[in-house]
């Protein structure tokens, strides 16, 4: 079994990217993906500043086209996962 966890600062602006897994070819499966979605630097959790602070409120922190990519990557990724 395969788990996918978005986490809660998946889609801040200015957010640091990272991706982490506790297994080596899903990483490199996962990295495959997100590149063919849409870039070098997207990811599954991102870092906050405002993380669970009265300042962290929509439009103004969240990155659309960020969410947008690691959702077309997901997608690609679960396909290629239930296979």
């Keep these: 079994m395969t788990w996918i966890h978005f986490g809660a600062n998946i889609g801040v ?3 640091k990217p990272s ?3 506790a297994s080596d070819d899903l990483r490199q499966l996962t990295e495959a993906e997100l590149v063919r ?3 070098r630097c997207v ?6 500043p405002l993380f669970h602070l009265p300042q ?3 439009p ?4 659309m ?3 947008a990519r ?3 990557a997901t997608i690609a990724l679960v396909f290629k996962l239930t296979r």
């Excluded at 990811?43 to 906050?48: E, H």
């Excluded at 103004?60 to 990155?63: G, K």
């Design 13 to 15: 602006a200015d957010g």
């Design 43 to 48: 990811t599954l959790v991102r870092s906050n």
């Design 70 to 72: 690691v959702v077309a």
């Design 65 to 67: 086209d960020a969410v």
């Design 37 to 39: 979605a849409g870039g």
């Design 56 to 58: 962290e409120r929509w």
């Design 60 to 63: 103004h922190t969240v990155d």
């Design 19 to 21: 991706l982490r897994s």
